[in-house]
């Protein structure tokens, strides 16, 4: 099933003029206080359902909601899976918040953070290297973990989707420090 997406510009203008809309920000609570669009509500990935959007949004019947991350993969995933559960206008802005942040639309700025990717990276690196040099140092057979790693970027590639980046999203370090969401939908 085909998710539809839109450039960043005609969503906020839409967002402006229709009380029915919602945005909708899927990344780490850590990474949307770093930055993130004006208006958006937070709900990670990870926690993403009908139900979970409901008591967020109130009633989503006929309502557009825009679904933005850091660069669109995990607003296309979320958008997928409520789409497939019967969400019925469900977007996903092109290019997430960097390519919201360069069209010049409103942004709120808090504190810096590592975002998800970054961390997948250094965590994914750091099992391979480990891998070789336990391999060398204690046992060849422990090579297996850099080989495992390795599949499972080779997985998450075909796939687009990350078990690692899901698992480093619910990691203490990603989680919001404070309590509630402030930011709220159009009613």
């Not at 409901?54 to 679904?67: H, L, Q, S, T």
């Not at 789409?83 to 069209?103: H, K, P, S, Y």
């Amino acid at each position: 099933m085909s998710v539809k997406t839109v450039m960043p510009k005609s969503a906020f203008e839409d967002l402006q003029s229709n009380s029915q809309a919602c945005l909708v920000d899927v990344r780490t609570p850590v990474e949307f206080d770093e930055i993130h669009a004006d208006g958006a509500r937070l709900i990670p990935l990870d926690r993403i359902s009908v139900d979970r959007l409901k008591g967020e949004v109130g009633d989503i019947a006929g309502r557009r909601i825009y679904f933005i991350c850091r660069s669109g993969q995990r607003a296309t995933q979320a958008a997928k899976q409520l789409t497939e559960a019967g969400i019925e206008d469900a977007q996903v802005i092109v290019g997430g918040t960097v390519a919201w942040e360069q069209d010049g639309l409103p942004v709120t700025r808090g504190r810096a953070a590592m975002s998800l990717e970054r961390q997948v990276r250094i965590a994914a690196g750091s099992l391979v290297v480990l891998g070789v040099i336990l391999s060398l140092a204690v046992h060849p057979w422990l090579i297996g973990l850099s080989a495992f790693v390795g599949a499972g970027l080779v997985f998450a590639g075909i796939t687009d989707t990350c078990g690692m980046g899901m698992l480093l999203a619910k990691m203490p370090w990603n989680q919001r420090r404070g309590t509630g969401n402030p930011q709220a939908c159009s009613v």
